[in-house]
């Protein structure tokens, strides 16, 4: 448990508001702007910290000196990187608690769950490393193909694209960061990270541990500023080589409208269907949905955001399911609870919105409409209708419809008819059925009597329509941010 305190919530701590500073050149910098952002804590909403708003010129000299930092780095001997990534693992280890603080104190995530994110984020590091140096270069014979010479041979080498621009959300603001920085290093490219702003002084205390470790200058910069002020500017930049993007939908696909011959890779949001036919084993489906929709209250892109049970089951699913809503457990991060304040008032806003809505288009509301500032208690629906807001909108909060169908053939249907297409479960006790509902669902993974959710991390992780765009896990991303080039020997 971290330190102790004089702030609001028992072992939290306040200290003093700090001016976090940018990092370029291997060293932590004021922005000469003179502008910078207050971070409140979406739980007790006092002010954190503040975080520089960088100008466009600093932009420019921060991508800029990228370039040559890229060159000597992707030259560097690979083991010399991998020991620097190893170290830097090692480094976020050590200072887990400092981070998780962070992590906690900034996004609300629960003191138990912070700590997991940095940890995981270690293997992640150390993970990747190690796919990286087993990762061979191909070769290729021209007698391979009809009429070619046995005398042509390629060797197909895997070389960086130059300077990664790395954006991430708040939810996961250290995994999710390092889910592009250190495949992106290993590979021998750049890196230009650019932070979600709420989530933006994790970031700066994840640097911190990287700076410890000794890399070169220039090869990692952080950014910080408000997405809106300098994210168009920084993605269309003629020094960014390709875009690895995590957030929503609205703003991967306003980035993906002008980016143009910029190698991207979009991670977005979802509205994930937890598919229950009648003969589903209910009491493990309910444990799975319940972990799926409520963790960190919702705010993850794979939770399970609709469920669509078989109306023959749909009394038990419902009554099942409340009983468990009921006994969440609901506070503030550090004691641990399930359900946590959200990450701010917008979306509270919106969660809150959107549960008035449901109300009055005529839902059954089986437990929650309850909230206190930015804590949305936990909400359940039943006898959501396709013509409500709630089964097609992706709230990032802790409220869950359920819609009962007719068929299997119907809960494909409506869950194929929504714009997102990230993840599915499919519950049933009958392996060939929940291949074949399984086949005919739109999303990149679908689970079978699992929750949905992104790990293991080494797993393939992408989403169809507005879900997303490339492939993102450890191996697939770092094919993302290298590309082929051959040396064709004539003999
Ligand atoms: N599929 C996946 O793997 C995941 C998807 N998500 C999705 O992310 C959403 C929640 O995250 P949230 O942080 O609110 O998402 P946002 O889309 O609001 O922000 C994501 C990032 O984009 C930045 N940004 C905003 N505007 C621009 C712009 N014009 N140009 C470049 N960058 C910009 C933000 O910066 P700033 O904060 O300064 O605005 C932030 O760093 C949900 O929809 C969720 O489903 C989240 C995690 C994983
Ligand atoms: O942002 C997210 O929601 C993450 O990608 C989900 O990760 P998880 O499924 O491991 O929570």
Redesign the pocket.
């Known amino acids: 448990m971290p330190f102790c305190f004089r702030g609001k919530y028992k072992g939290e701590v306040m200290s003093e508001i700090t001016n976090y500073k940018y990092y370029v050149g291997g060293q932590f910098v004021q922005s000469t702007s003179g502008n910078l952002i207050e971070i409140i804590c979406p739980y007790d909403q006092s002010v954190i910290g503040r975080v520089q708003a960088i100008s466009k010129e600093e932009a420019d000299v921060a991508i800029a000196a990228t370039k040559a930092a890229q060159k000597v780095w992707a030259d560097t001997d690979l083991f010399k990187r991998a020991d620097l990534l190893n170290k830097w693992a090692d480094q976020l280890e050590i200072d887990a608690e400092e981070i998780a603080q962070m992590i906690m104190r900034e996004v609300g995530k629960t003191w138990n769950d912070a700590v997991k994110e940095v940890t995981?984020t270690a293997e992640f590091i150390r993970y990747t490393v190690q796919e990286f140096i087993h990762t061979n270069d191909a070769a290729m014979s021209g007698a391979n193909y009809p009429g070619g010479s046995k005398n042509k041979f390629a060797i197909i080498k895997r070389i960086p694209l130059g300077t990664v621009l790395a954006i991430s959300?708040f939810?996961?603001p250290v995994?999710?960061s390092v889910?592009k920085l250190a495949p992106a290093l290993i590979a021998g490219n750049a890196v230009v990270f650019k932070p979600a702003t709420q989530g933006a002084i994790s970031a700066v205390k994840l640097i911190e541990s990287f700076d410890k470790v000794g890399f070169p200058a220039d090869i990692l910069q952080l950014i910080t500023g408000k997405g809106s002020d300098i994210g168009d500017y920084v993605s269309e930049h003629d020094g960014i080589d390709m875009i690895s993007f995590?957030g929503g939908a609205t703003t991967g696909r306003h980035l993906s409208s002008f980016s143009t011959m910029k190698p991207m890779v979009l991670?977005l949001g979802?509205k994930d269907p937890a598919i229950v036919c009648e003969d589903a084993d209910i009491d493990k489906t309910v444990s799975e949905i319940m972990s799926g929709a409520f963790?960190?209250s919702g705010?993850?892109?794979?939770?399970i955001k609709r469920v669509l049970v078989h109306a023959t089951v749909a009394d038990e699913l419902s009554e099942k399911l409340k009983v468990e809503v009921e006994k969440l457990s609901v506070g503030m991060p550090i004691d641990n609870p399930v359900i946590v304040p959200l990450i701010n008032e917008g979306a509270a806003d919106y969660v809150q919105g959107l549960i008035t809505d449901t109300i009055a288009a005529g839902a059954e509301l089986l437990v929650g409409n309850k909230r206190e500032d930015n804590l949305i208690y936990p909400t359940l629906f039943d006898h959501v209708t396709t013509d409500m807001r709630l089964a097609w909108e992706e709230p990032f909060g802790p409220v869950l419809p359920i819609i009962r169908v007719a068929s299997d053939d119907e809960a494909i249907e409506i869950a194929n008819a929504s714009e997102y297409g990230l993840q599915a479960s499919v519950f049933t006790q009958n392996f060939s059925r929940a291949v074949a509902i399984a086949e005919k669902i739109e999303a990149g993974s679908v689970q079978i009597n699992g929750r949905?959710?992104?790990?293991p991390?080494h797993f393939p992780?992408l989403g169809v329509k507005n879900s997303g765009m490339g492939v993102h896990g450890i191996s697939r991303t770092i094919e993302s941010m290298t590309r082929e080039k051959l040396l064709i020997i004539n003999v």
């Open positions: 995981r959300p939810n996961y995994n999710l889910a995590t991670e979802g963790s960190y705010q993850r892109c794979t939770a949905t959710e992104r790990g991390d992780f």
